[in-house]
């Protein structure tokens, strides 16, 4: 009897176990790759607060109601170094255990940014008694020999000050969310880089860059030549594509080889922080990049240094503050790197920057920077476009990665975009001047959710339909009604037969983004 009482006691335990959900992963999903957070895909309608907005609890406080109704799910929020370990080895853990407990209380997800050794290139987030010690923790160095406020890349010092402390912090992660699963992703340290100088010129980075490129990174070029950057290419290709020898010998003298060295040091740094992070708490880890002239951040042209070296980086990520949104997500989303966009600038355009990246780019998410800047934000394009996305997100996760999901983003420069979403070519144009107010961009996110029906928002678009299957070659609108999902369950407001379908020329979408709405489409074919 004991016995049996022991065994059903352990099957229970067991079954318990096997049922509590997995830590958040990253999981291939088609050509997609997907956020899972108890063990079900997970969309991050983010925003990034301020710098200090959680550097105090008390005024991080009245900050979430704002975000709840903007429709925001995900906050991404500063972890401080220097406020976390104030005395070496001493940790507190205060703020952070604050925000995630404000998170919990209005039910958000959080994403927690790591600013160590580097925050925007430099080293102002280190703890003082780092900062002190110039002597113990050494900095990057310009030819005269003086010290940069930037921490050095080559220095196992530095680097095991930062891991301790960051194993740390992933150590009481574990503690305090490893159940509940409130922080969902890290990012390791936040912009690094640096400038003017393309590399550090202190001695022994000297003697690192005469030394041979590191056979790791040489055999994963050799490997992956053809779908190499093209810049990295062409510097490899034109010095002789060397399949050996110091940095200048194997991609040529110039400012180029600086860059790529001193990507590889900061690679294999932040590579030994996350790999050792991971080891107390494997969450999902991404390193931000600025996209401007710094050296050694991810930047597109030496993602590949990267993915050589720091394979505890999950994601690499661009913040976008330039126009070209459309150019850098395609960039960001490769086969070996899944597109999130951890800061964008916070304008008017980012509700439509959302849809495109998580339609058109299989984007595991969104967010702006300073959401916190703005008082009326729940009346900002963005909260209307993450509400809509919120009720279309069961749609956009089981169709990510296949080709019955896109996304289109239009200016007056790229007034016209061609996209194949199911089984059909649609055109979508930006809706000109003379025939709508406000007529600067345009954007949607277009589902196909059957052989003929689709689910499509946006604003400010015309879309037509060309058949790409078999059978009669024209097409026309069925019904086309618009509403929104309640509850998952659709809810038709309206059903559109005439101006507002163009007599049945176009799907029509108004160019305010007050307006934006849901329309469930149904085409017919005809002869
Ligand atoms: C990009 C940085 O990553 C942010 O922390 C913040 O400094 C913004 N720039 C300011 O625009």
Known sequence: MKYILILTLFVLVRSVRAQSPALPY???????TQLIVDGKPYLVLGGELRNSSNSNLTNLRPIWP???KANINTVLATVSWEQMEPQEGVFDFTLIDGLID????NKMKVILLWFGSW???????VPGWVKDDFKRFPRIQNADGSGQERLSTISETNKNADKLAFKALMRHLRKIDGTAHTVIMVQVENEVGMYPNRRDLSADANALFDKPVPGELMNYLVKNMDALSPVLKRAWTEAGSKKSGNWEEVFGKGRLTEDFFQSWTFATYINGIAEAGKKEYPLPLFVNTALNEVSGGPQDKVMDIWKAVAPSIDLLT????YPQFAEYAARYHRSDNALFIPEARFDSSVGGKAMYAIGQHDAIGFSPFAID????IHAHPLAKSYKILSQLSPYILENQGSKNIGGILLDTINPTQELQVGNYMITATIVKKKQRLSPQSAYGIVLATGENSFIISGCNLFLTFKPLTPGPAQAGFKNVSEGSFVNGMW????????DEIDDGRHLLFPGDDRELSIQNVEIYRYE
């Open 26 to 32: 990253l999981k291939k999903h088609g050509d997609a």
């Open 373 to 376: 800047g703005n008082d009326s």
């Open 318 to 321: 661009p913040d976008v503050y």
């Open 102 to 105: 404000q998170a919990r209380e």
């Open 119 to 125: 925050k925007n290139t430099v080293s102002t987030y």
């Open 491 to 498: 809810r038709e407001t309206r059903r559109l037969n005439g």
């Open 66 to 68: 704002r975000l709840v």
